[in-house]
């Protein structure tokens, strides 16, 4: 870490009273610069999420507010406030990381990572999708959804509100891939913690 990212992180976090970064300043960084950040300055101090994912979760606080309750409270404004841990998520490109929603307490998780692929059935599926997505072929919402499951963890509220699909649809095609066994969903919290590493 430069020391005039030092100089940048201690005036945030001493002006705002979290560390409160641009989407350049995140840009520019490295996720060892990230890790140094951390290092230094998270054990006093928060991370305010990026501004795309605070667009995010206003964006959900109206279309689905059980869920954003459940993740932030009750507070009429959200500081969307976070652990440092999640810097190295954002960093490195505009717009890049997302804060992804996998353990609720109240509602159902829907959160997805590869594991969560049933292998027998999904394989044969998933590389259909990405043949048809390859030759420029459109893709149903259960085809889309099972294409971003296999490159990675998402969630369905960040795989709703960036691909344009209205939410309760998205959940229809959750329902649909269940059913035609080619994903598994887990919505207890604390069933979901073998899929994934939690630090």
């Known amino acids: 870490m430069t020391e005039n990212l030092r100089q940048i992180c201690s005036s945030s976090i ?5 560390l409160v970064l641009t989407s ?4 520019s960084m490295s996720v060892e610069d990230a890790e140094d950040i951390r290092e230094e300055f998270g054990s006093h101090a928060l991370l305010r999420l990026p501004e795309h994912e605070i667009d995010f979760y206003e964006w959900l606080r ?9 993740l932030w409270g ?3 404004q959200a500081p969307y406030l976070v652990s440092m841990t999640f810097l190295k998520d954002f960093v490195g490109a505009p ?8 353990d609720l307490q109240t509602q159902d998780n829907y959160f997805f990572t590869p594991d ?12 259909a999708v990405r043949e048809r997505f390859i030759s420029g072929g459109t ?6 959804l099972t294409v ?14 960036l691909r344009g699909i209205d939410l309760q649809r998205a959940k229809k095609a959750v329902t649909s891939l269940v059913d035609d066994r080619i994903i598994v969903h887990v919505r207890s919290a604390d069933h979901l913690s073998t899929y994934f590493d939690v630090g």
């Open 116 to 127: 969560m692929l049933l292998e027998k059935e999904s394989t044969a599926f998933v590389g």
């Open 139 to 144: 893709l149903t919402v259960e085809q889309a």
């Open 74 to 76: 009750d507070e009429a």
């Open 14 to 18: 001493t002006t705002n009273g979290a």
């Open 148 to 161: 971003e499951i296999s490159a990675g963890p998402v969630d369905i509220w960040h795989f709703a509100f």
């Open 24 to 27: 350049d300043q995140l840009a």
């Open 95 to 102: 717009g890049k990381g997302a804060f992804l929603i996998c």
């Open 62 to 70: 109206t279309s689905d507010p059980a869920v954003w309750t459940d």
